[in-house]
T-cell receptor, first 113, second 118 residues
Framework: DVKVTQSSRYLVKRTGEKVFLECVQDMDHENMFWYRQDPGLGLRLIYFSYDVKMKEKGDIPEGYSVSREKKERFSLILESASTNQTSMYLC????????????FGSGTRLTVV | AQSVTQLGSHVSVSEGALVLLRCNYSSSVPPYLFWYVQYPNQGLQLLLKYTSAATLVKGINGFEAEFKKSETSFHLTKPSAHMSDAAEYFCAVSNFLAGGTSYGKLTFGQGTILTVHP
């Protein structure tokens, strides 16, 4: 089975800190995605990547950036954390094409204080 | 653009009762549709998917969903609820971009929290 691993389950950071969330997949998937999940709002796409060094903005990219230097790793960066970025962050990967769907990591619950 | 709407943010059933979670989609092209389940403090897990092979799709844990083009629906059902089914359920549609590129991107509904009472 494809495995998507997010480096931290829980994180607490201070306002203004630079925060890195790491995601690694082990099945050579082309596409990787970062979502945030908030109660009542469902999953909202922050950024996705369809190849090494390639990225596309999702629906809510403001305040975030991403990095994909290797195919298996996709990092989400909060340049200057703010309290409104407190959320559950979900990483996913996909083989590509419409029929495959995603494999998700376990999520990182980030609290910014 | 494709979208999905899940009717009912919370559904409550008794153990042993029928589970029905509703999902309607909007798509200008034949859609690919998915149901995912999320248990507390975990990521999402694929329950089942529709990829145009058969309109009635069977998934894991006894769930199934029926694609109805005339109703633009893809409702999730289970004949008899179990306590372990308590979770949040998400319907999703695969995006199709002009020119054929999709990158496998999904658009998710708002989610439905299923509560199962003893």
């Amino acid at each position: 089975d494809v495995k998507v691993t997010q480096s931290s389950r829980y994180l607490v950071k201070r306002t203004g800190e630079k925060v890195f969330l790491e995601c690694v997949q082990d099945m050579d998937h082309e596409n990787m995605f970062w979502y945030r999940q908030d109660p009542g709002l469902g999953l909202r796409l922050i950024y996705f990547s369809y190849d090494v060094k390639m990225k596309e903005k999702g629906d809510i990219p403001e305040g975030y950036s991403v990095s994909r230097e290797k195919k298996e790793r996709f990092s989400l960066i909060l340049e200057s954390a703010s309290t409104n970025q407190t959320s559950m962050y979900l990483c996913a990967s996909s083989l590509g094409g419409q029929a495959y769907g995603y494999t998700f990591g376990s999520g990182t619950r980030l609290t910014v204080v | 653009a494709q979208s999905v709407t899940q009717l009912g943010s919370h559904v409550s059933v008794s153990e042993g009762a029928l589970v029905l979670l509703r999902c309607n989609y909007s798509s200008s092209v034949p859609p690919y549709l998915f149901w995912y389940v999320q248990y507390p403090n975990q990521g999402l897990q694929l329950l089942l998917k529709y990829t145009s092979a058969a309109t009635l799709v069977k998934g894991i844990n006894g769930f199934e969903a029926e694609f109805k083009k005339s109703e633009t629906s893809f409702h999730l059902t289970k004949p008899s609820a179990h306590m372990s089914d308590a979770a949040e359920y998400f319907c999703a549609v695969s995006n199709f971009l002009a020119g054929g590129t999709s990158y496998g991107k999904l658009t998710f509904g708002q989610g439905t929290i299923l509560t199962v009472h003893p």
